[in-house]
């Protein structure tokens, strides 16, 4: 019924007992049962190709910005009745295991992870482990699933956030380099999913978020040697900042005012990159451009008033 069930009310009773079910077993002792249930969901939580991208399809791509190539796609779909029914099918499927995932997150709270350690490894897993050891040689072959996983632990971890306990959301922060070294990967389609996944982080955490995209990510878009750095920087910042309202709620385009105090350390880097050699990142650059120049008036008003920034412009701790 997870699966297949259309109705919102029953399906979310299903996703109720299931993640009930998998607190019995976790009080029981019961591992096998409730990592199995746990993998199920997380495998089901990423069969939506519009939300989570596959690697295979695109994994030729290493010089083009991925959120570029998704809005015309978006726009012209190949087929669109197929498309359609598909589209329905996988969100009905995701939209069970999200529910599921999150009662769960709910019953355990600020132990999630230490109740259901196999939930963290489906967020992060092959990501800690492609971004420490490097990648295998054959994660272009057709039977290698290593670049998927990386892609599905960011579609799992960015749907998840908002309903963490925030000493969770916390724990994740140990997450931020590896995310950092997924944004200037050679693969456009991880550098797209990094992208959105970090948004999505400093949405759940907005000071600690802003500060190390400020600190970490913002370099690399001066990088006159490395493209993708370029390109992974500007796709990080316009997927931050509210730039894409159509695309939904499950980007940081929420954020609004709340962005204001950050805007200043963006906008002349971002001004920069309109001139790039790269016509993507020309492209990226002057649309975040003309959405931040929106914000200065606003950001002048609250800048020393917020409390993220103190008055010699020093960050407080």
Not at 52 to 80: A, G, N
Not at 92 to 120: C, H, M, T, W
């Amino acid at each position: 019924m997870l699966q297949m069930e259309d109705n919102e009310f029953l399906q979310r009773r299903s996703a109720s007992a299931i993640a009930r079910l998998i607190a019995l077993c976790v009080e029981q002792g019961r591992a096998k049962v409730s990592e199995k249930l746990i993998r199920n969901l997380s495998a089901f939580l990423c069969v939506d190709t519009t939300e989570t991208p596959e690697f295979h399809p695109h994994q030729t791509l290493e010089q083009s910005i991925l959120s570029l190539k998704r809005e015309e796609e978006k726009k012209d779909p190949k087929d669109l009745v197929a498309f359609a029914k598909i589209a329905a099918e996988a969100k009905i499927k995701r939209n069970g295991a999200q529910a599921a995932l999150e009662e769960l997150s709910d019953i355990f709270g600020a132990d999630l992870f230490d109740s259901v350690p196999r939930l963290k490894d489906c967020l992060s897993a092959f990501t800690i482990k492609g971004f420490t050891d490097g990648f295998p040689e054959d994660i272009k072959s057709d039977s290698s699933t290593f670049g998927q996983s990386i892609i599905d632990e960011f579609s799992i971890l960015r749907t998840l956030l908002p309903r963490l306990h925030p000493t969770v959301v916390e724990q994740l922060q140990e997450m931020y380099p590896y995310i950092v070294h997924a944004i200037e990967c050679r693969f456009s389609v991880i550098r797209f999913a990094a992208a959105r996944c970090f948004a999505s982080m400093c949405r759940a955490n907005l000071s600690s978020g802003m500060k190390y995209m400020v600190e970490n990510i913002l370099p690399m878009v001066a990088d006159q040697h490395e493209l993708r750095r370029r390109q992974g920087a500007i796709e990080c910042i316009y997927r931050t900042y509210p730039i894409l309202p159509s695309d939904g709620p499950d980007l940081v385009t929420a954020l609004d005012t709340a962005i204001l105090p950050y805007v200043i350390f963006l906008i002349v880097p971002v001004m920069g990159r309109m001139s790039d050699s790269d016509n993507d990142v020309r492209l990226l650059a002057t649309e975040t451009f003309a959405s931040l120049v929106k914000l200065v008036p606003l950001e002048v008003i609250s800048l020393f008033l917020h409390g993220h920034i103190s008055m010699n412009l020093g960050w407080d701790t």
